[in-house]
């Protein structure tokens, strides 16, 4: 069970929530957070069905969340969502979708403008009110360096010409569905664009360049950066990203979208040092090469401004939670076999 928590947990009684994606960062996160809720508030009639390849699976990895009332998961994946009736929601978080690692650019579009697609006929299908699609602030494409944030209202897109636009226009033209769906069928669709992200479910490896700090530093290795440590990103803590994604599908706008991340910039070298410091001093940070001049990627800070007229904050300070997402790390390998992992190099580009 996580030890933080934001500094406010929503009341969620009644709420019927179906969630894709529930087994990956992002969606273990809100389970956590819901964990939190209950054990405050009770669960009061609240259900939540989450879909999952292998349940038998993930819950023997996982098995803090077993045997809870209110919380059930159903085997499947996103191609069986349209055949799938009878399920009793009233919201759906369609949080389904890789970040990193398909080999076909052809087969990541499709999962993601098609799993979205299915997703939202699931949810007319079964006579949900509310859709809560997990986009990403790489739908933005470059940020411009003399733009300190990226507003929801900026016009800016990923070019067609890059191979590496596929993630940012496939979720682009998800939002689009979303959109669609809720002027011609009334389904009150929103959209979180997250940005990068902190917590103990972060990747340990691979494109989040926050996972392989904390990794390295808990591994006792050297912090390694794959460039100069000059490119910006800011980064929101898990729970707190929870509590704004669950804000937003309980009190979000419909036909709206809503940056999630901080607007605290950090460079990755800063965030190389900052983990250092805070979990490992002794460890050395060791920059690679000068980034290229024409990196498109050196800025990726959002600006938060509708959700925090929502109410909502950057409620855990970055140091606060590189060092809770390391103490929660550190308590899950020493309960299991997992450890924390061999040293790798850090990349600069994570985008959620």
């Given at each position: 069970?996580?030890?933080?928590?934001?500094?406010?947990?929503?009341?969620l009684a009644?709420?019927?929530?179906?969630?894709?994606?529930g087994?990956?960062?992002?969606?273990?996160?809100?389970?956590?957070?819901?964990?939190?809720?209950?054990?405050l508030h009770?669960?009061?009639d609240?259900?939540?069905?989450?879909?999952?390849?292998?349940?038998?699976?993930?819950l023997?990895?996982?098995?803090?969340?077993?045997?809870?009332?209110?919380?059930?998961?159903?085997?499947?994946?996103?191609?069986?969502?349209?055949?799938?009736?009878?399920q009793?929601?009233?919201q759906?978080?369609?949080?389904?979708?890789?970040?990193?690692?398909?080999?076909?650019?052809?087969?990541?579009?499709?999962?993601?403008?098609?799993?979205?697609?299915?997703?939202?006929?699931?949810?007319?299908?079964?006579?949900?009110?509310r859709?809560?699609?997990?986009?990403?602030?790489?739908?933005?494409?470059?940020?411009?360096p003399?733009?300190?944030?990226?507003?929801?209202?900026?016009?800016?897109?990923?070019?067609?010409?890059?191979?590496?636009?596929v993630?940012?226009?496939?979720?682009?033209?998800?939002?689009?569905?979303?959109?669609?769906?809720?002027?011609?069928?009334?389904?009150?669709?929103?959209?979180?664009r997250?940005?990068?992200?902190?917590?103990?479910?972060?990747?340990?490896?691979?494109?989040?360049?926050?996972?392989?700090?904390?990794?390295?530093?808990?591994d006792?290795?050297?912090?390694?950066?794959?460039?100069?440590?000059?490119?910006?990103?800011?980064?929101?803590?898990?729970?707190?990203?929870?509590?704004?994604?669950?804000?937003?599908?309980?009190?979000?706008?419909?036909?709206?979208?809503?940056?999630?991340?901080?607007?605290?910039?950090?460079?990755i070298?800063?965030?190389?040092?900052?983990t250092?410091?805070?979990?490992?001093?002794?460890l050395?940070?060791?920059?690679?090469?000068?980034?290229a001049?024409?990196?498109?990627?050196?800025?990726?800070?959002?600006?938060i401004?509708?959700?925090?007229?929502?109410?909502?904050?950057?409620?855990?300070?970055?140091?606060?939670?590189?060092?809770?997402?390391?103490?929660?790390?550190?308590?899950?390998?020493?309960?299991s076999?997992?450890?924390?992992?061999?040293?790798?190099?850090?990349?600069?580009?994570d985008?959620?």
């Amino acid at each position: 069970m996580p030890s933080s928590a934001p500094s406010e947990l929503l009341r969620l009684a009644g709420v019927r929530v179906f969630l894709t994606g529930g087994t990956g960062f992002v969606g273990r996160s809100v389970l956590d957070y819901l964990l939190l809720s209950t054990a405050l508030h009770g669960t009061r009639d609240m259900q939540v069905c989450v879909l999952s390849r292998d349940p038998a699976r993930f819950l023997r990895e996982w098995p803090r969340y077993a045997g809870l009332g209110w919380l059930r998961f159903i085997e499947g994946d996103l191609q069986s969502l349209r055949g799938l009736r009878g399920q009793a929601c009233d919201q759906v978080i369609h949080a389904a979708a890789d970040t990193h690692g398909v080999t076909s650019g052809v087969k990541w579009a499709e999962q993601i403008i098609g799993g979205t697609h299915a997703a939202l006929d699931f949810a007319l299908l079964n006579r949900a009110r509310r859709f809560l699609l997990l986009s990403s602030g790489a739908i933005y494409g470059a940020q411009p360096p003399d733009l300190e944030l990226l507003p929801e209202t900026f016009a800016g897109a990923p070019s067609p010409m890059l191979y590496t636009s596929v993630y940012g226009q496939a979720k682009r033209m998800a939002e689009q569905l979303c959109t669609v769906y809720w002027k011609e069928h009334g389904l009150e669709s929103i959209i979180a664009r997250c940005f990068a992200l902190v917590g103990e479910h972060v990747p340990l490896s691979g494109a989040y360049a926050i996972g392989n700090f904390i990794r390295d530093a808990l591994d006792g290795q050297p912090l390694r950066l794959t460039g100069d440590g000059s490119a910006v990103r800011s980064y929101l803590y898990g729970h707190d990203a929870a509590h704004w994604l669950m804000t937003l599908l309980l009190r979000g706008s419909p036909g709206e979208a809503y940056n999630v991340g901080s607007d605290a910039a950090v460079s990755i070298r800063e965030l190389a040092e900052l983990t250092a410091a805070r979990l490992s001093p002794s460890l050395p940070v060791i920059a690679g090469q000068a980034m290229a001049a024409d990196n498109t990627r050196s800025r990726y800070v959002p600006d938060i401004s509708k959700a925090v007229a929502l109410g909502l904050t950057v409620a855990t300070p970055l140091s606060q939670a590189i060092e809770l997402s390391a103490q929660l790390i550190k308590r899950r390998a020493s309960d299991s076999t997992i450890r924390p992992g061999g040293s790798a190099v850090a990349p600069e580009h994570d985008v959620t």
